[in-house]
């Protein structure tokens, strides 16, 4: 899949994640690239609302990493920013996460390195033409 939508609010944004939930399969890794205040928090916000997460998601940049449980899926949506590397990522208990199945909601995934997978989606925002508009893209590579 790769696609590439506009939005112009909040509510567009969490439009947007609410489809591609749908997509999401355990032990998928989804990559959120884009600078501080692009916007990635805002879109898991959406994506675990429309996955029927009870807990509301804040930015998880003090506690690095946040579990929330669904109905089908363990959504894990971790905040890496603060760290240096792949072995900092391992301590949050990555690999345990995936082999659990859950599905990693990614923030600064740079400092992960080579822990991303190959067929990890990447969603990358962008700012837009004015304050609340966005450029969201979807891209997964198979390799
Ligand atoms: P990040 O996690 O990338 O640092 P956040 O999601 O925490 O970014 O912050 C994005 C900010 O931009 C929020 O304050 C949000 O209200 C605002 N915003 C304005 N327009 C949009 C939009 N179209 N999509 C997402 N966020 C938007
Ligand atoms: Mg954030």
Do not use: N
């Amino acid at each position: 899949m790769e696609a590439e939508y506009q939005t112009g609010s909040v509510d567009e944004t969490w439009s947007v994640a609410r489809s591609f939930a749908g997509e999401l399969k355990p032990g998928d890794v989804v990559a959120l690239e884009g600078d501080l205040g692009a916007g990635k928090t805002t879109f898991v916000q959406g994506l675990a609302a429309a996955l029927g997460a009870k807990r509301p998601v804040t930015s998880p940049t003090f506690c690095l990493v946040v579990e929330h449980p669904t109905e089908t899926l363990l959504l894990v949506h971790l905040d890496l920013y603060r760290l240096h590397g792949p072995d900092d990522v391992l301590d949050l208990g990555w690999e345990d996460y995936l082999s659990r199945g859950a599905v990693l909601l990614v923030e600064w995934p740079d400092r992960a390195g080579e822990l991303i997978p190959g067929d990890a989606w990447h969603v990358r925002l962008e700012p837009g033409a004015d304050e609340d508009a966005r450029t969201i893209r979807f891209m997964k590579c198979r390799m």
